[in-house]
């Protein structure tokens, strides 16, 4: 009789087998992630876990798997999560930026309006070129970023460039992005979505809004929003914070939520997360749909904005790591279409794994005000998988 070993390993061969690969290869797997603890939100699995891959898909996982002659990485002490995917970044706005995240366990990430119709081709350039999957939201300001705010000029948001930008790349262009605070838009918050959504109507992509300290009532902004749509900076302060001073979540974002808006993090560097506002958030019971950073080279330095550590934030106001893992993976994974199958270690899903260890000690940590927090445990990146090819970390 088989044990239960031996049952485990002959079935995944034969899975393989009937899957067209060749008799007598000298191990069914490419790769095996042995030993370490498995938290894959989208499966159910929270548990210590071998993950197996071959043909840069998740080919099994269980308890013990026979490496055989396949690579092995040893993850004990290790969890073991789907490849992480960042939905509020600027990755593609830096030369070298999606490999940078690659470091970090970011195996999918979308650069969130760094350009309009205007560079985009510099952007598209980056994400296609970058070792992992990458999409791009388009800035409705055809300039892109602008220090001064790109939407004071009402101008810059074209409808029509915006659609033909799309329609031209929309391989890559999986959305639309808006800008909505007093800073970057003035008095033209409102009729910026409505032009946004205008430019996404035909080709049906989302539009993703960043809130916080606009001069329209946030109410008023929520009412353009549908299902699918993402609002970004969920946790910025006032004014126009997604919370009242009483602590209570305004109702047109209880609705917004409800009918299917997406409600993200993006950690950033100026005005987007302060310690008070998320604790009053959090504290209503409203949760993040999906962490993300909003990645920059400088911010990776200056707040330690990368994923891992973002997570950690969360983790120290009393977020479990299981929901910012649910944050970043399968989440993650259901708000753009490029990104369904992903988010996943489901045998079949393509083999994007994330490798972390959660440390214990003092931690600081900032809010985008500089005021520093103190946490006893911290999550770091400890390689990654992408597309079945193991990448450790480097040193
Ligand atoms: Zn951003």
């Given at each position: 009789?088989?044990?239960?070993?031996?049952?485990?390993?002959?079935?995944?061969?034969?899975?393989?087998?009937?899957?067209?690969?060749?008799?007598?290869?000298?191990?069914?797997?490419?790769?095996?992630?042995?030993?370490?603890?498995?938290?894959?939100?989208?499966?159910?699995?929270?548990?210590?876990?071998?993950?197996?891959?071959?043909?840069?898909?998740?080919?099994?996982?269980?308890?013990?798997?026979?490496a055989?002659?396949?690579?092995?990485?040893?993850?004990?002490?290790?969890?073991?999560?789907?490849?992480?995917?960042?939905?509020?970044?600027?990755?593609?706005?830096?030369?070298?930026?999606?490999?940078?995240?690659?470091?970090?366990?970011?195996?999918?990430?979308?650069?969130?309006?760094?350009?309009?119709?205007?560079?985009?081709?510099?952007?598209?350039?980056?994400?296609?070129?970058?070792?992992?999957?990458?999409?791009i939201?388009?800035?409705?300001?055809?300039?892109?970023?602008?220090?001064?705010?790109?939407?004071?000029?009402?101008?810059?948001?074209?409808?029509?460039?915006?659609?033909?930008?799309?329609?031209?790349?929309r391989?890559?262009?999986?959305?639309?992005?808006?800008?909505l605070?007093?800073?970057?838009?003035?008095?033209?918050?409102?009729?910026?979505?409505?032009?946004?959504?205008?430019?996404?109507?035909?080709?049906?992509?989302?539009?993703?809004?960043?809130?916080?300290?606009?001069?329209?009532?946030?109410?008023?902004v929520?009412?353009?929003?549908?299902?699918?749509?993402?609002?970004?900076?969920?946790?910025?302060?006032?004014?126009?914070a997604?919370?009242?001073?009483?602590?209570?979540?305004?109702?047109?974002?209880?609705?917004?939520q409800?009918?299917?808006?997406?409600?993200?993090?993006?950690?950033?560097?100026?005005?987007?997360?302060?310690?008070d506002?998320?604790?009053?958030?959090?504290?209503?019971?409203?949760?993040?749909?999906?962490?993300?950073?909003d990645?920059t080279?400088?911010?990776?330095?200056?707040?330690?904005?990368?994923?891992?550590?973002?997570?950690?934030?969360?983790?120290?106001?009393?977020?479990?790591?299981?929901?910012?893992?649910?944050?970043?993976?399968?989440?993650?994974?259901?708000?753009?279409?490029?990104?369904?199958?992903?988010?996943?270690?489901?045998?079949?899903?393509?083999?994007?794994?994330?490798?972390?260890?959660?440390?214990?000690?003092?931690?600081?940590?900032?809010?985008?005000?500089?005021?520093?927090?103190?946490?006893?445990?911290?999550?770091?990146?400890?390689?990654?998988?992408?597309?079945?090819?193991?990448?450790?970390?480097?040193?």
């Amino acid at each position: 009789m088989m044990n239960r070993r031996e049952l485990l390993t002959t079935t995944a061969a034969f899975g393989l087998l009937a899957a067209g690969r060749a008799f007598g290869a000298a191990a069914p797997y490419d790769l095996v992630i042995k030993g370490g603890y498995v938290i894959d939100p989208a499966s159910g699995v929270n548990a210590v876990r071998d993950v197996a891959v071959a043909g840069g898909k998740i080919a099994a996982v269980a308890a013990t798997i026979e490496a055989g002659g396949a690579q092995t990485v040893n993850a004990a002490g290790k969890y073991v999560i789907p490849g992480m995917i960042d939905i509020h970044s600027h990755a593609g706005d830096t030369q070298g930026g999606p490999a940078m995240n690659l470091e970090d366990g970011i195996t999918g990430y979308v650069d969130a309006g760094s350009r309009g119709a205007d560079k985009i081709d510099d952007v598209i350039a980056v994400v296609k070129s970058g070792p992992q999957l990458g999409r791009i939201l388009i800035n409705i300001a055809r300039t892109g970023l602008l220090p001064g705010g790109e939407l004071q000029d009402i101008n810059n948001a074209d409808v029509a460039l915006a659609r033909d930008t799309i329609a031209k790349h929309r391989d890559v262009i999986a959305g639309i992005k808006a800008r909505l605070s007093k800073n970057v838009a003035g008095n033209n918050d409102v009729e910026a979505l409505r032009r946004a959504k205008e430019a996404a109507a035909p080709s049906g992509v989302p539009v993703m809004i960043h809130i916080g300290q606009s001069l329209s009532p946030l109410s008023q902004v929520m009412a353009l929003m549908k299902k699918g749509d993402i609002v970004t900076h969920l946790f910025a302060p006032p004014p126009e914070a997604i919370v009242d001073d009483a602590g209570k979540i305004l109702p047109s974002v209880i609705e917004a939520q409800q009918r299917g808006v997406w409600f993200d993090m993006g950690h950033g560097r100026g005005g987007h997360f302060r310690w008070d506002t998320t604790e009053k958030i959090l504290a209503a019971g409203f949760l993040p749909d999906t962490l993300s950073t909003d990645w920059t080279p400088q911010g990776r330095v200056a707040q330690f904005v990368d994923l891992p550590t973002v997570m950690s934030k969360l983790m120290y106001l009393g977020m479990s790591l299981e929901q910012v893992v649910a944050c970043v993976t399968c989440n993650a994974a259901r708000v753009f279409e490029a990104f369904r199958e992903k988010g996943s270690l489901k045998v079949g899903s393509p083999a994007d794994i994330s490798l972390l260890e959660l440390r214990g000690g003092g931690f600081d940590f900032l809010d985008n005000y500089n005021e520093k927090r103190t946490g006893k445990q911290k999550l770091f990146p400890a390689g990654t998988v992408l597309a079945g090819k193991w990448i450790p970390r480097p040193a």
